[in-house]
């Protein structure tokens, strides 16, 4: 049986830290203006700023707000960041009329942070990347290390159902660099953020027909419990002490020189104040309903008016192929009443409060 022997040897030496590369990503949210209305003759820059607020020049209007363009940096807080972004950029319609071959001009610009957002013109002008226009040390909050992106876009001659991008265009990839260095080898990475907005022709509201009650039968002094209620197909019912023939006329809208398929939001008053000649005595509608023209029918079957800064009372698709028409009714509540409720009411003698109807394209 042989044997042997041998020496077991190790050396132990302390750790050397290892080398780590810091990560570095990002979330991102795509830059979207409103709906915009845009008659033939407009033109001009619309703006978006980087707390989403919009601005408009002569002719062109739409929703007060946007969604700005956003990327959420998540890196190594308090290192050394730098923030480039690529600047005027080209936005294609990708729909409508025109085609593909619409360009307009499309200036960018970025804050870090929400509490140095602001409207249209707001912030560091993107100059290209790895032109830094933005250097700081990454802060610990995620409101406070977003990039916050807001445009110019420079809207002339825009078409009618034109639905703009940068991401359709050879010359509109926008691209955001982040980069960080400082206390380790420097990492970056690069982001591509698009934009979105439509241009649709404003609508034309051409009145068809007043709403009329026609003559209402009184029995002794108004008060509560005294209704008419009129149907958006014209159609009265009658309760308490009022009477009448039952038939009188829905007040009625025409929509014209809207965008085919186009949805529109519908907004209208919920009340509305009818007086007396001398304006001394009023009644007033209210429960106001409104219905599409293949929708009409008796009071309380159509969509309810939440008033013209309220939530919209219902969507409307437009269609080429159709009238495009709305009808209204409501309720004359003689718990509303004040005064000598005898003659002729209308929302036209003096203090009347007339029925204000708005249309907004989504």
Do not use: W
């Not at 071959?101 to 002008?125: C, H, K, M, R, Y």
């Not at 241009?199 to 709403?211: E, K, Q, S, V």
């Not at 293949?294 to 009071?299: L, Y």
Request: neutral net charge; glycine residues 16%; contains cysteine.
């Amino acid at each position: 049986m042989g044997r042997l022997s041998f020496l077991l040897i190790a050396s132990l030496l302390p750790m050397l830290p290892k080398a780590v590369n810091a990560q570095l990503a990002v979330t991102q949210v795509n830059l979207d203006m409103p709906t915009i209305e845009a008659p033939a003759a407009a033109s001009g820059t619309v703006g978006i700023g980087t707390n989403g607020s919009m601005s408009y020049p002569g002719g062109y209007s739409g929703g007060p707000s946007g969604t700005p363009g956003q990327v959420l940096i998540n890196g190594t807080v308090g290192r050394r960041t730098l923030i480039s972004c690529q600047r005027d950029k080209t936005a294609r319609n990708v729909g409508g009329a025109g085609g593909n071959l619409d360009i307009e001009n499309f200036q960018i610009f970025v804050v870090l942070g929400s509490a140095n957002t602001g409207g249209p013109g707001v912030g560091a002008t993107c100059n290209g990347i790895d032109n830094n226009v933005i250097d700081v040390s990454l802060p610990a909050a995620a409101s406070a290390r977003t990039i916050y992106i807001g445009a110019n876009l420079a809207a002339n001659n825009v078409r009618a159902g034109g639905n703009y991008r940068l991401s359709n265009h050879p010359n509109g990839r926008f691209q955001i660099k982040v980069r960080q260095q400082g206390g380790g080898p420097p990492v970056e990475i690069t982001v591509t953020v698009d934009f979105s907005s439509n241009f649709i022709r404003p609508l034309t509201l051409t009145p068809l027909a007043d709403l009329d009650f026609a003559d209402i039968e009184v029995g002794g002094t108004v008060g509560a419990g005294d209704q008419a209620s009129i149907g958006t197909n014209g159609s009265i019912t009658y309760a308490g002490d009022f009477a009448g023939s039952g038939s009188g006329t829905a007040g009625a809208v025409r929509l014209s020189g809207g965008v085919n398929g186009t949805t529109y939001e519908i907004y209208c008053d919920a009340t509305a104040q009818l007086r007396n000649l001398a304006g001394t005595s009023f009644i007033t509608m209210n429960s106001i309903q409104v219905a599409p023209e293949t929708s009409r029918g008796a009071f309380g079957t159509g969509a309810l008016c939440n008033g013209i800064t309220g939530a919209a009372a219902t969507t409307f698709v437009f269609q080429n192929t159709t009238r495009d028409d709305l009808y209204f009714g409501g309720r004359l509540d003689g718990a509303t009443a004040n005064g000598t409720i005898s003659g002729l009411f209308s929302t036209s003698h003096p203090s009347g409060n007339s029925l204000d109807i708005l249309v907004v394209g989504q």
